[in-house]
């Protein structure tokens, strides 16, 4: 488990650079910083993925396919990703305060927590260690 979560903090940290903070969906603000650096979130990501993802409001789970790309985490309800695709989040890598396992915290095996500046904590599942 350290080593996974070691694994995605550097991922984290080589992203965390080419970000500039803020929380898109998280108020008016935040969403109009995001439109101010468009990324081309379907050409070459620097990683994808499916995690489940608890919701914001109504704490349910949901399997999104994630990417990550210059420095913000977007995710959507599937894998087909085109330039007309509409991320149900963003999150810049910037603002995240941490990511670590949740395993104890909400009993998933797989888990982690991710907390960012703006918004609270947010809860992932990982398909298996190495997708953690």
Not at 20 to 49: C, K, L, S, Y
Not at 65 to 79: E, H, I, P, R, T
């Amino acid at each position: 488990m350290e080593r996974a979560r070691d694994s995605l903090m550097s991922l984290w940290r080589g992203s965390h650079s080419q970000s500039n903070g803020g929380v898109a969906g998280a108020g008016a603000e935040a969403e109009a910083e995001a439109e101010d650096q468009v990324v081309d979130f379907w050409i070459d990501p620097e990683r994808t993925g499916w995690l489940m993802k608890q919701g914001e409001y109504i704490k349910t789970w949901r399997r999104r396919w994630f990417v990550l790309k210059s420095g913000k985490l977007f995710w959507f309800k599937d894998n087909h990703i085109l330039r007309s695709s509409k991320p149900r989040g963003i999150i810049p890598v910037a603002s995240c305060l941490s990511v670590k396992g949740a395993e104890d915290s909400i009993n998933k095996q797989f888990s982690f927590e991710l907390t960012a500046h703006g918004r609270e904590t947010m809860y992932f599942i990982a398909d298996s260690e190495k997708e953690k």
